[in-house]
């Protein structure tokens, strides 16, 4: 199979990177020169790296701005202590949370704390509103438009994600996902680590996708978007197939709203039905390259 020589390939790499003689020794990061010899030796690392991902069969990046890479690692020089920030959106059943997920747990296997910030939990409270209608559908089938920007709490979450990159620990709202509408304030507590991944539908609305360092598009086949979808509401959230449609139909319009614009301001679009395997090797050949350095004694 295409995808189990991909990642042969991925071995194949990481094997030669470790095992090469020709090795830089690690730069000093307090000083701004060994930053800037880092900078450069990344970015025609990773430059190597996306050249061999275009070979793939299903590859991982389906493009990267231009000036990204040169961008991202002169904010590593110019301000190394703070934060790095990541945001993750996409249309729903694109992917995105899996992607989320498998970055958190690669991250976390070398022990690097990461902290994970849900959009979905800033949804306004709309108990009153689910009250009147009599539940979220009925709601809905009124005109609600729940994936509006107008119906999160926009302010709180940009002031959280200022406050969590500066390194403040912050507590955020929980929205209950039991079709109660009722978002409880101040209520899930999140440490500033190193590494913040924020992920959902309103990461990149106006106001909020100027405070990351990476932002990340996962962009999916439509039907294999709309198969998913289906599949998690009727086996998973006990929807009725009728209903499931309807709601489908909507994160349609939605996204085209709502989601699909802030596509060419992202870093990296990603492929969300890529071979998670391959993919976790491609995070683990950047993780070699960026810290398999030579030793002073090592010669």
């Known amino acids: 199979m295409e995808t189990e020589n991909n990642n042969d ?74 934060r790095i920030v990541i945001g993750i959106t996409g249309e729903s059943a694109s992917g995105k949370s899996t992607i989320c ?20 939990n800033y949804f306004k409270d709309i ?25 999160f709490q926009l302010d ?26 009722i978002s409880v304030p101040k209520s899930m507590e999140i440490q500033s680590n190193k ?5 959902g539908v309103a990461t990149m609305y106006e106001g909020i996708q ?16 709309k198969e998913r979808f289906m599949s998690r509401a009727v086996n998973n959230r006990n929807q009725s197939l009728e209903n499931a449609l309807k709601h489908w139909e909507y994160i349609q319009d939605a996204g085209k709203k709502y989601i699909l614009p802030a596509r060419d301001n992202m870093d990296i679009i990603v492929n969300g039905d890529c071979n998670l395997p391959y993919f976790t090797q491609i995070l683990e050949y950047l993780y070699t390259i960026t810290n398999n350095f030579e030793q002073p004694n090592q010669r």
């Open 210 to 225: 100027d405070v990351f360092d990476i932002k990340i598009y996962v962009e999916t086949d439509v039907e294999i978007r």
């Open 195 to 199: 590494i913040i991944i924020v992920e």
């Open 9 to 82: 390939g991925i071995y194949n790499l990481i094997s030669k990177e470790l095992n090469s003689n020709d090795k830089i020794f690690k730069p000093d990061f307090s000083q701004k020169t060994g930053r800037e010899l880092l900078a450069f030796y990344l970015q025609t690392k990773f430059k190597q790296a996306l050249s061999y991902d275009k070979k793939a069969e299903k590859s991982v990046i389906v493009n990267i701005k231009d000036d990204f890479i040169s961008r991202f690692t002169k904010r590593l020089i110019t301000n190394p202590q703070k």
């Open 101 to 120: 997920s498998e970055i958190s747990k690669f991250i976390s296997r070398f022990n690097q704390p990461v902290s994970i910030v849900k959009t979905d």
């Open 127 to 151: 108990s009153d509103l689910i009250k009147k209608y009599g539940s979220f559908d009925a709601l809905r089938d009124n005109g609600y438009d729940i994936d509006s920007p107008k119906n």
């Open 156 to 181: 709180i979450l940009k002031n959280d994600l200022e406050a969590i990159s500066k390194g403040e620990d912050i507590a955020i709202p929980r929205y209950l996902l039991n079709g109660t509408g």
